[in-house]
């Protein structure tokens, strides 16, 4: 399918040209270049051995070639040296160009001793004075995503570790840019995103209570979201009340996929709930969901996510007030969850992928029928699948293979019932102020992405980097 652009999105490219004239211009009337703003500078990264922040520090290193040094917070696993982590980390595919083109540029890569469940992040006293001399632009993206970690253990990596990074943060003497990753999905039980501050899902003493008992009785009462996105919600606020004069930038991703270009198309190292559930179905593992055909699966790629932070950074060195971008698709060049399934299911079916023969998706508002759907057209063909395997005197697999693709499936279901609406006006006119020469460096307008092209990629870098790899 091409790329779809709604009408809203051609008036804010309309208004933008305006904007973006205006907005390109240094102090002197010259425009200035993205890399430019890097120039001499040091940054501080957290979560960069994860799988968005190990795309921001290749992005970082092959496009701002000028940069000064990346520190990054790293924790000392068992006995083995954090700078054999950076070693391993850049033998990764993803930083092949950059080793091809300046290999010496990863030298620029300081690991630092950190741990986001620590006092003072368990920084040495010298790291410490390291940071606080030599860091301009803080990139916060460390968090915990895990959906089977309990509020408590959610809570001490996103909102406590985040509090802790900004006061870190707050000592740095020439501080242009904090950069803050949180979720698009932070109001969820609102289904209305704008890139505004936003109000606490629950009372302090609803929180209190949770971190007490190590319970979410009293969040359920609001969503039956992931405990992870009501974390998220509270570490927004915390950002927004006790930021002070940090000079701070958000980033709200929706659901971050494999990269779109730069610097590997297709590559990802981390299962991302969305395009899970896209190859589950497409492998006959479940054929059933709550929604509707219509409702939107908001996925952005990660190379579209890290340049966003990268300019949004530049541009908004020093601000006063707290700048907010909705890093999304859904508003702009939508995809539905049916569509990326029947994608998905055609590929398979094309290169003879899947486990059972997959089925059309079928969706209901009604939990009772997707539990009888499920019964009669998942786990009856499942239990039969591993019936004949055993007749073979072969190990069965089916119903334990679906029992991942259905857990998968129920952690999505509520952002399957209905469409969350995520603006991203913002990031679009913050695009708009790009040169050429930007733009393609730096590409993060959601309406460049063309889905009939980046969809088969998706699919099959799953399989490579994912399923494939772990056998």
């Known amino acids: 399918?091409?790329?779809?652009?709604?009408?809203?999105?051609?008036?804010?490219?309309?208004?933008?040209?305006?904007?973006?004239?205006?907005?390109?211009?240094?102090?002197?009337?010259?425009?200035?270049?993205?890399?430019?703003?890097?120039?001499?500078?040091?940054?501080?990264?957290?979560?960069?051995?994860?799988f968005l922040g190990k795309i921001l520090i290749e992005r970082l290193l092959y496009n701002c070639a000028d940069i000064n040094n990346i520190y990054v917070l790293m924790r000392q696993k068992k006995d083995v040296p954090l700078h054999t982590r950076l070693e391993e980390m850049f033998s990764l595919p993803l930083f092949s160009k950059l080793k091809e083109s300046n290999p010496a540029a990863l030298e620029k890569v300081v690991p630092v001793h950190g741990d986001l469940l620590q006092d003072q992040l368990a920084i040495a006293d010298k790291d410490r004075k390291l940071l606080e001399d030599n860091v301009n632009m803080v990139f916060h993206v460390a968090a915990s995503v895990q959906f089977k970690a309990t509020f408590r253990e959610l809570m001490q990596h996103n909102y406590f570790g985040t509090r802790k990074v900004m006061d870190l943060a707050k000592g740095i003497k020439d501080l242009e840019s904090f950069v803050y990753f949180s979720t698009a999905y932070s109001n969820i039980a609102r289904k209305y995103l704008d890139e505004k501050p936003i109000a606490a899902l629950a009372s302090q003493e609803d929180i209190d209570y949770c971190l007490r008992t190590d319970t979410v009785d009293r969040l359920r009462k609001i969503s039956s979201a992931p405990v992870y996105t009501f974390s998220k919600n509270f570490t927004e606020v915390l950002v927004e009340q006790e930021r002070g004069d940090l000079p701070t930038i958000m980033i709200r991703p929706a659901a971050v996929t494999a990269c779109l270009r730069d610097p590997l198309p297709g590559w990802m190292d981390t299962w991302i709930a969305h395009p899970s559930f896209f190859v589950e179905h497409s492998r006959g593992l479940v054929s059933a969901a709550v929604g509707h055909r219509d409702v939107v699966a908001d996925i952005i790629p990660a190379d579209y996510v890290a340049n966003l932070a990268i300019v949004a950074a530049a541009r908004g060195r020093r601000t006063k007030e707290m700048l907010i971008y909705n890093s999304c698709t859904g508003t702009m060049n939508p995809l539905t969850w049916m569509e990326g399934c029947d994608l998905f299911r055609q590929y398979a079916l094309q290169e003879g992928k899947w486990d059972l023969p997959p089925r059309k998706l079928v969706q209901s508002s009604s939990y009772l029928v997707v539990h009888l759907l499920t019964i009669i057209r998942d786990?009856?063909?499942?239990?039969?699948?591993?019936?004949?395997?055993?007749?073979?005197?072969?190990?069965?697999?089916?119903l334990k293979l679906q029992k991942r693709a259905l857990f998968m499936r129920d952690n999505v279901d509520v952002l399957m019932e209905t469409s969350v609406f995520l603006k991203c006006t913002q990031a679009f006119l913050l695009a708009q102020t790009l040169d050429d020469h930007d733009r393609e460096r730096f590409p993060f307008d959601p309406n460049t992405i063309n889905w009939s092209e980046y969809m088969p990629t998706l699919y099959r870098s799953i399989y490579k980097y994912m399923i494939e790899k772990k056998k």
């Open 1 to 50: 399918m091409a790329s779809r652009c709604c009408t809203r999105a051609r008036t804010l490219h309309n208004h933008a040209r305006g904007y973006a004239h205006g907005a390109q211009l240094g102090g002197g009337g010259q425009y200035e270049r993205v890399a430019d703003a890097f120039r001499d500078r040091s940054v501080l990264v957290t979560g960069g051995t994860g």
């Open 379 to 398: 786990r009856i063909p499942a239990l039969l699948g591993d019936l004949w395997l055993r007749l073979k005197g072969e190990q069965p697999k089916y």
